[in-house]
């Protein structure tokens, strides 16, 4: 098996649920490093056996890799996925990918342009639980999925959490509606349009936010947060029955699907290792068949998700720098 040799930009929070999950994977070497921060990127080696630490953003992209994982804010996600690919390295990158729909273009055409592979992280479809429950939906079914619902707010992150500040691409609905975009295009397909109201903080982003979206083949009613809390299930309903996707439903572990007529069934399959390992190990999956693109988290999947964000973050009059 060809061993995919990974090197990580921005060694925060989500690089170290990212080292957390390729010890779950076959087949990969987490070769090299960068971090702005060089002692926090050193530690980030020294705690994951990472064995280089790369001077700049070059030196890291002229290394032996065959992929980047980006792991910085929004705000700087473009510009280094865009040296990334030109630099030759398959790129998968946090959610959201992009600040809005222009730049996850520019994105994609550089991708084509380079002949490389591009995914946004999206762990939710790669979760056991979540292929489980698509496996059983065919066998017994609820009938085409018509209306989704979910949500999540969170008031207890800290002032200095990068979802607070606007030049980070901050917000509720940049921070947790990546995951509710992905669940009403994955039940619902392609999106009509969106409707949006909110509210906006003081810091210029947006702390409440309730969107509807209307898809293809149904509606999704949506909502993020940041000042007040907000913890449940995800519903997926259909004419036969209903199932609920429960908490936290953007790392599903649990499923209880409602039929009509009473019928209950439940499903659970818990993740292992954090859970990043499952999209990680597609993506290498991809890389070693020579593909450009997943079928699971498309571009156009990434593109649906950049309009649905956008279009309801500047309905609330949310714009960052450079806007
Ligand atoms: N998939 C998931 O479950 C999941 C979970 C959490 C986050 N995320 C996503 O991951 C991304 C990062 O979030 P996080 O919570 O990991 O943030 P974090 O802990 O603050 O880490 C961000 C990293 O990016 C670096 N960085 C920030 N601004 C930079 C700049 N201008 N140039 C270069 N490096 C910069 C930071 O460096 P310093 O240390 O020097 O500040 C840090 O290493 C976001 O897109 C978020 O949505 C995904």
């Given at each position: 098996m060809q061993v995919i040799r990974w090197g990580v930009v921005g060694p925060g929070r989500a690089a170290a649920r990212f080292a957390q999950g390729l010890q779950g994977v076959d087949g990969v070497a987490l070769a090299a490093v960068w971090g702005r921060n060089r002692e926090r990127a050193q530690e980030y080696a020294a705690r994951f056996g990472v064995a280089e630490v790369a001077g700049t953003l070059g030196e890291l992209f002229a290394s032996d890799l065959d992929a980047v994982y980006v792991a910085t804010h929004p705000d700087t996600h473009a510009k280094i996925c865009l040296e990334a690919l030109a630099a030759g390295k398959h790129v998968m990158c946090e959610k959201p990918a992009a600040l809005n729909v222009r730049q996850l273009e520019k994105i994609l055409a550089t991708a084509r342009e380079h002949d490389r592979l591009f995914m946004e992280a999206m762990k939710p479809p790669f979760f056991p639980l979540y292929r489980k429950l698509r496996e059983h939906l065919v066998g017994d079914p609820i009938g085409a999925v018509g209306f989704v619902r979910a949500g999540h707010a969170d008031a207890?992150?800290?002032?200095?959490?990068?979802?607070?500040?606007p030049e980070l691409g901050g917000g509720g609905i940049m921070g947790i509606g990546p995951y509710e975009a992905f669940l009403a295009l994955d039940w619902l397909g392609e999106l009509k349009r969106v409707q949006t109201m909110g509210r906006v903080g003081a810091a210029g982003v947006d702390t409440l936010a309730l969107f509807q979206t209307e898809h293809e083949r149904g509606m999704a009613q949506l909502h993020t947060g940041l000042d007040l809390l907000s913890r449940g299930d995800a519903l997926l309903c259909g004419p036969g029955g209903y199932v609920s996707l429960h908490a936290n439903w953007w790392n599903p572990m649990r499923a209880t699907i409602h039929y009509i007529g009473g019928r209950v069934v439940t499903l659970h399959e818990p993740f292992s290792h954090g859970g990043f390992n499952y999209e990680t190990a597609h993506f290498c999956g991809l890389i070693r068949e020579g593909l450009r693109e997943s079928s699971v988290i498309t571009h156009a999947m990434s593109l649906g998700m950049a309009r649905m964000l956008e279009e309801a973050r500047t309905a609330l009059g949310v714009r960052f720098p450079g806007e």
């Open positions: 207890t992150l800290p002032p200095e959490y990068p979802l607070n500040f």
